[in-house]
């Protein structure tokens, strides 16, 4: 393809950064979000239907190249890289690039560590100065998919933008050319995968989309290693990804334009929830509230969520008696009530049908209201008002610019830290203490390991 072609400044920036290219603060917000990423996974090897998923996966090919975390299954690395990416995603909890509304690292991470396990069975290691790199430019490479456009989200970018992050980060690490690489992405692009449905339904297929695309990514590059042409032409071609996901209303110029300067790693969120994002904005509005005017929940008379369209569309959704987990994380008032019944939001309080169908939580999700204000942009997160009348009269409100998580109301390395700990407690199996402690110094001091690859043993639970 010629110049003109998008994709090779895309793959010039991947195959041409090298690990002292990166700015400090990328390195480090590069081992946060790792270690955010493996917490998440572990809590969710206890999510909805891992067993079933485990069983299925355990059935399309038999191998021991990589390994499930926490639970430590041996199997091919495509299978692993769909279960890991199932249980990264599953608990919505993981970190999210609200600009690009997509979570970049539940992808990305599940399929290079699958990925780099079967390279280590082959006897090449992956450094962890080359694993950073490989992430920082994976999470570049497919945040600008959600970043560039300007049409409303159509289709789960977790899952399709996702998955081309992922083959860029496997094609650095493997040293792939640009011609490799614009084949490996092209591969990519031709099994791309992820529609909104299970999200408006609840449904655990949501979660599994990601799994699906991290998979993918393995076939592209092993296709690619194979010689195996894809299409080039796959960003802004006749029937490219824009036109396709994105109605073809971009602009992608200022993006490439910033590449290597504007590390979109600095960009990512975390989630102190395990709910989606777009419910959290309640949960910070009305615990400021609280805290600043010193009222309880039960003093609560109504509640007015003022929201982005993105918002309204997607988590404004009705609380509806005996929901699934997957829909109650979804639904803005559910989650609302939870925080008011319980004082917190935490991944407990999804899990059986004792806390999704208590009382008390619906009765406080019924005095939330949800309405969409005029903010032109499509993809916004926020603005968010939060507005509460108290029965005795008295009314409050708060705008947030920014929810709890986001790069400008940040958690602290603290907070992350506090969080993966939660996390190792909430699997299928306890992570032993000494293994949390290993794992967050290992994360912490990755740009001196030479095995990455070898940070997957850390996971795994000591079972009787």
Not at 53 to 72: D, I
Not at 105 to 115: D, G, K, N, R, Y
Not at 373 to 390: C, E, G, K, S
Request: with cysteine.
């Amino acid at each position: 393809m010629s110049s003109a072609n998008p994709l090779d400044r895309v793959v010039d920036h991947v195959i041409n950064t090298r690990f002292e290219d990166l700015p400090p603060a990328v390195v480090a917000k590069t081992k946060t979000f790792l270690l955010d990423t493996l917490g998440v996974g572990i809590a969710g090897s206890a999510g909805t239907g891992i067993p079933e998923l485990k069983q299925v996966a355990a059935g399309w090919g038999q191998g021991a190249e990589a390994t499930v975390w926490l639970t430590g299954e041996r199997l091919p690395a495509q299978q692993a890289a769909i279960i890991n990416a199932y249980q990264v995603h599953c608990l919505e909890f993981d970190c999210v690039h609200e600009g690009a509304v997509l979570h970049p690292m539940a992808t990305i991470l599940s399929a290079v560590l699958a990925w780099a396990e079967r390279e280590r069975g082959k006897g090449r290691t992956i450094s962890g100065r080359d694993l950073i790199t490989a992430l920082a430019l994976g999470v570049d490479v497919s945040t600008m998919l959600g970043v560039v456009t300007n049409s409303a989200l159509r289709f789960f970018r977790p899952a399709t933008a996702g998955g081309f992050g992922a083959v860029a980060a496997i094609g650095k690490l493997a040293g792939f050319d640009a011609l490799m690489l614009k084949n490996a992405l092209g591969a990519q692009y031709s099994q791309t995968s992820g529609t909104l449905q299970p999200h408006v339904e609840g449904s655990p297929m949501l979660g599994l989309q990601v799994g699906f695309n991290a998979r993918a990514a393995i076939v592209s590059a092993d296709l690619a290693l194979a010689g195996f042409r894809g299409p080039h032409d796959i960003l802004t071609g006749q029937y490219g990804y824009f036109a396709l996901f994105e109605q073809n209303d971009y602009d992608l110029e200022p993006f490439l334009a910033r590449l290597g300067q504007d590390w979109q790693m600095l960009e990512m969120s975390h989630k102190p929830y395990p709910s989606g994002r777009l419910t959290h904005g309640v949960v910070d509005g009305l615990g400021q509230l609280m805290q600043r005017h010193g009222f309880a929940a039960g003093e609560i008379a109504g509640i007015v969520c003022e929201v982005p369209p993105l918002v309204n569309r997607l988590v404004g959704r009705p609380d509806i008696p005996n929901p699934e987990a997957n829909y109650a994380k979804l639904c803005l008032r559910f989650v609302a009530g939870t925080f008011l019944a319980h004082g917190r939001v935490d991944v407990t309080d999804f899990r059986g049908r004792a806390v999704l169908d208590d009382p008390d939580v619906h009765r406080y999700a019924a005095l939330v209201e949800v309405i969409q204000d005029d903010n032109p942009d499509l993809n916004a997160l926020d603005p968010q008002t939060i507005r509460v009348r108290l029965r005795n009269g008295a009314d409050h409100a708060i705008t947030l610019r920014h929810v709890y998580g986001h790069p400008a109301a940040a958690m602290t390395e603290a907070a992350n830290v506090e969080k993966f700990r939660r996390c190792a407690g909430y699997g299928a199996i306890p992570l032993e203490a000494e293994k949390v402690d290993a794992l967050i110094a290992t994360v912490g001091a990755l740009e001196s390991n030479a095995d990455a690859a070898a940070l997957v043993a850390l996971t795994l639970a000591r079972q009787n």
